[in-house]
């Protein structure tokens, strides 16, 4: 498994083809597939933002507040705003805010970024991921690159394990995980392990070579690795009834 | 990067010295990460294990009785047992036990295995999987194999996301993780993302070609792949104080 980063793409504006920009710096070839940090998705589909755009409810304004008292900075409540905007629950409050966005991605500040956007305050999250996956592919194949899966990436923490890794948070072309279940190990034991999440596990190994920095290179292709011939499935983002983590935030409050 | 599994390993028995059976089958380079998967260090430190084993406790006994009501499943009180043994802090008793292990690692059942085991019915994750990780590369060095970082590896699922992928639950050699604070982005912004764990990112993308069943190659070679000149650190599990899941599910009990 190969996994080499695009070069050259300029910095992506809206309504930019991003299949257009990567056919012309890439060669891609059948089974590639194609990683695309969800940043230059949104800014190709003018997923940006400014803070006047949110005229701030009695909710956005309390969680403002109560973001301050616990933080000790300031935190401007059409940001809080903007989050809830984008969300469809909220299960952390303070101190900080983690929500549920409207396509299912669990994440702090409903993935809005304050980096990465030239002459405006926010980058929001696009808003079907697995949308724009599908253009993008579809894109892809209109140019004559045939069976391009295309996953559309987002960096961000998790709970138990520190720092952050790359996430899928859209994909097309391919299922979300591949399943073992029934597999036998060299002993003939059904093996322990049951769902592979292999988008997540492409974006983190995208993200090794991504960078983040000016020199950021947000679009990789990996290469060489094939899905194989078990079936797949394309749930990701837990069914609620089965996330015992977001049951036990619902009863939780943040102790000050 | 490049991810290439190594061939051929034979089945790892007690005493087996890993850094031996790859020397002989992969052509390292400084700069190579090697990703181990846990099975076969645990197989390589003889942490099997068996039944009779765990004389079983109260507290293993109310915990394997809870389960059953819950699942409607038998549960072997010795296995809540082992569990127990292994594990410094339950997080969940039911409907699955989720716990810290002695070295930090939050996952369900401590890691322990019941399939991957010829003769014994446990296999145990490695008392301390950074200090193997450590005795691997030092094995390499002898073997005039210089530079080469090597990450021990585990697959679980986690919350919010459906399915499971690989993590690293040891290394040396490298920093777990990556500091990009206080790098800018293209437009001379500070960066929203903070810490990378690339050694997370690192066992996710080995996890995508070594497979896991009867087929299944439990080492690879990670190549052209730069940490690069940022910081690094080594903190991978979080600190109780930073962890606000743990904080919940301490605070929580499963509904029946």
Chains 1, 2 share one sequence.
Request: with cysteine; aromatic share 6%; hydrophobic share 40%.
């Amino acid at each position: 498994m190969e996994c080499t980063p695009v070069m050259d793409l300029p910095e992506v504006r809206p309504g930019d083809d991003i299949a257009e920009l990567v056919a012309d710096r890439a060669s891609l070839e059948p089974g590639d597939v194609l990683t695309v940090a969800s940043t230059i998705v949104s800014k190709a589909e003018g997923r940006t933002a400014d803070f006047a755009d949110y005229p701030v409810s009695g909710r956005a304004r309390e969680i403002a507040k109560r973001l301050e008292a616990v933080t000790g900075e300031e935190k401007d409540p059409r940001f809080a705003q903007a989050i809830l905007d984008e969300s469809s629950e909220v299960l952390i409050e303070a101190p900080f805010l983690l929500t549920e966005t409207r396509f299912g991605h669990i994440c702090p500040n409903a993935g809005i970024d304050q980096s990465n956007v030239p002459d405006h305050d926010l980058l929001l999250l696009p808003k079907k991921p697995s949308e724009s996956a599908e253009r993008i592919r579809s894109g892809l194949e209109k140019r004559g690159l045939e069976d391009v899966a295309v996953i559309v990436t987002d960096t961000c923490g998790r709970p138990f394990r520190h720092g952050q890794r790359g996430v899928a948070i859209g994909w097309a072309g391919m299922p979300a995980s591949r399943d073992w279940r029934g597999e036998l190990d060299r002993d003939g034991h059904e093996l322990g392990v049951t769902v592979q999440s292999v988008v997540d596990e492409l974006a983190s190994a995208a993200n090794l070579v991504t960078g983040e920095g000016a020199d950021g290179t947000p679009v990789v292709v990996v290469r060489d690795w094939e899905f194989g011939d078990l079936e797949g499935s394309d749930e990701l983002f837990r069914a609620v009834e089965d996330d015992l983590v977001r049951d036990a935030l619902r009863n939780w409050r943040f102790d000050e």
